[in-house]
Structures are given as C-alpha cells and as structure tokens.
C-alpha cells in the first residue's frame, strides 16, 4: 500500500514560487494516479491538480491553471507540485494524493484512498 510524505512548504511573499515534493512508499505506488489538494481551516478539502500514473495525463483547477505545474518521476516514486506566481488565496494546508486508476485521472477527493499529513504553504500580501 501507498505511503506519502509532503514536503516543501513554507511563507513566501505574493508573486513568488515554491516547489512542493510528495514521496511515497509501496510496491503499487507507480500504478496510481497522484493528486494535489488543498484545505483551509472550516473549508472542504479542494482539488489542486492531478496527473495520471504514466505521467501522460494531467489536470488542473481553473484558479491555478497557467500557475502551477504538476510532474512525477516513478523511478523516485516522487510527484511535484511546482507554484509559480502565488498569491495569497494559495494559502492552504497542501495534501499529496494517491488513487489506484488504470488510466486518466480524477479531480474527486472520494477517488484518492492515500493521503499524506499535509504541508503548509503561506503566501503574503
């Protein structure tokens, strides 16, 4: 089963970038799709961006589309979350994802059975 750590977050002022890292464990880690979500306190936990198990297939929410990029490299069972431009609507506790999918990938939360612990990521005005 999938194990997954976040790492990366911190403050960063408006207009800069961060590089969020999710590492994951497990003999089926390279077979699932990986997603990106995001939660602040009283909100649901929204959908950032996903990308399928190949790599081949991506998806972004419209608020970060042109901003963040998604990538995943399966020999390091490693997926990023690059953020360029950040503003401070960014700020949010960030949550690494994993979901067994043979193809494509999902913006649902209920479609993820793997989560990590979260990352905070704080951007200033």
């Known amino acids: 089963q999938a194990q997954l750590v976040e790492s990366g977050g911190g403050l960063v002022q408006t207009g800069g970038s961060l590089r969020l890292s999710c590492t994951g464990s497990g003999r089926a880690f390279r077979n699932y799709a990986m997603g990106w979500f995001r939660q602040t306190p009283g909100k649901e936990r929204d959908f950032v961006a996903s990308i399928s198990w190949t790599g081949a297939i991506t998806d972004y929410a419209d608020s970060v589309k042109g901003r963040f990029s998604i990538s995943r490299d399966n020999a390091e069972n490693t997926v990023y979350l690059q953020m360029n431009s950040l503003k401070p609507d960014d700020t949010a506790v960030y949550y690494c994802?994993?979901?067994?999918?043979?193809?494509?990938?999902?913006?649902?939360?209920?479609?993820?059975?793997?989560w990590g612990r979260g990352t905070q990521v704080t951007v200033s005005s």
């Open positions: 994802a994993a979901a067994f999918l043979d193809r494509g990938t999902s913006k649902n939360p209920d479609a993820y059975g793997y």
